[in-house]
């Protein structure tokens, strides 16, 4: 019996995530609409503001579905929501009120698809949980979002209502002391987002990490379907990781890294992937199977060690931290696209 690589929970978690950036493009647009039908100048400093910090997200949310390694497709009920809100947000049926309170119920949706995702991947596995922790800043934000939409949507509705304005004193001790309860003012907030992007080295060293820990939970059970999950998960992430490294980072790297080294470089990769393909072919409950795991992680493992010590230091020397920033992006957008080959999704 040989492996199948596609896990029910994880495919499940992957859709969750996709429909999570289908919502959070919707809100980005949702507020760019926003923008420009409101007047008042504090509401829009706060939209804007929150525009900022969703796009930033966006960032976020793809680096985490490539670091996750499971791509999924929105659902078609989400895809049909997005459609139908962006009508109605352009539209002129909805008065401005009514499009805020749509606006603030894609965030509670969000914010729950968030949650959800994140408190699913805590019981599915230690490498889920490594994925998806930068999740915890988008989940915050939103939450944070949700609770000055309250205020907003106060002064909005009773403007339309009443034609006078709303007493803001109040209002605005009431949202702080909400936002302060469910703590998501002050540092939160700020704390990720000035971050700069990371480089190279951040993003293959984190890849690296989330292979040793998919082989410490091969390592740490004896039951097949866990076997198989993991190594499903690990036979994805180095393939991908792989192939998008031999894109984008060895070409890069080469004229200053040397002919040779970079050879071994590849020559290495060629025999990990015939390892996985022959790993991919056992019986996960076959004690050979562990013991090639084994095997595959030692050479995994001197690989990841040329890489993070004279690779990494090659690239420091010769590349600025911009370049390293841009190979880091070109990185990530290539090992998505490869992702998305395996997962049949282009
Ligand atoms: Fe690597
Ligand atoms: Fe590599």
């Known amino acids: 019996m040989a492996v199948t690589l596609d896990d029910a929970k994880r495919t499940a978690i992957g859709s969750k995530l996709a429909d999570m950036k289908a919502i959070q493009e919707l809100l980005i647009s949702a507020e760019q609409q926003l923008l420009s039908e409101v007047n008042d100048d504090q509401i829009r400093n706060d939209i804007q503001k929150m525009l900022e910090s969703d796009q930033k997200n966006i960032g976020i949310l793809d680096t985490v579905i490539v670091q996750y390694g499971v791509k999924g497709e929105p659902k078609q009920s989400v895809q049909k929501l997005v459609e139908q809100t962006k009508q109605q947000m352009q539209g002129s049926e909805l008065s401005l009120y009514d499009k805020v309170t749509q606006f603030e119920l894609l965030k509670h949706a969000n914010t729950m698809n968030g949650i959800l995702v994140h408190k699913a991947g805590q019981v599915v596995g230690a490498d889920v949980n490594v994925a998806l922790g930068p999740l915890n800043t988008v989940n915050f934000e939103n939450r944070a979002h949700q609770e000055q939409l309250k205020g907003i949507m106060e002064k909005i509705g009773v403007r339309e209502l009443t034609g006078q304005e709303a007493d803001q004193g109040l209002f605005a001790r009431l949202q702080d002391a909400a936002a302060a309860a469910t703590g998501v003012v002050g540092s939160v907030i700020s704390q990720t987002s000035d971050k700069e992007d990371l480089n190279i080295q951040d993003v293959i060293r984190a890849d690296h990490g989330k292979v040793t820990t998919l082989y410490a939970q091969i390592q740490g059970t004896d039951d097949p379907q866990k076997i198989q999950e993991y190594f499903g998960q690990m036979y994805k992430d180095l393939s991908a990781h792989a192939e998008a490294e031999e894109q984008v980072v060895y070409p890069a790297v080469k004229p200053f890294y040397g002919d ?38 030692d050479i995994v493992g001197d690989h990841v060690r040329q890489e993070e010590s004279t690779m990494f230091a090659a690239i420091r020397d010769n590349m600025s931290s911009d370049q390293s920033e841009q190979l880091a992006t070109q990185f990530k957008s290539a090992k998505s696209q490869i992702q998305d080959k395996m997962a049949g999704i282009s």
Do not use: C, H, R
């Not at 996985?276 to 095997?295: C, G, M, Y």
């Open 260 to 297: 040779s080294d970079t050879k071994e470089l590849y020559d290495e990769q060629a025999e990990m992937k015939t390892m996985l393909d022959q790993i991919k072919a056992l019986d996960p409950s076959s004690s050979e199977f562990k013991d090639k795991v084994t095997q595959l992680m």
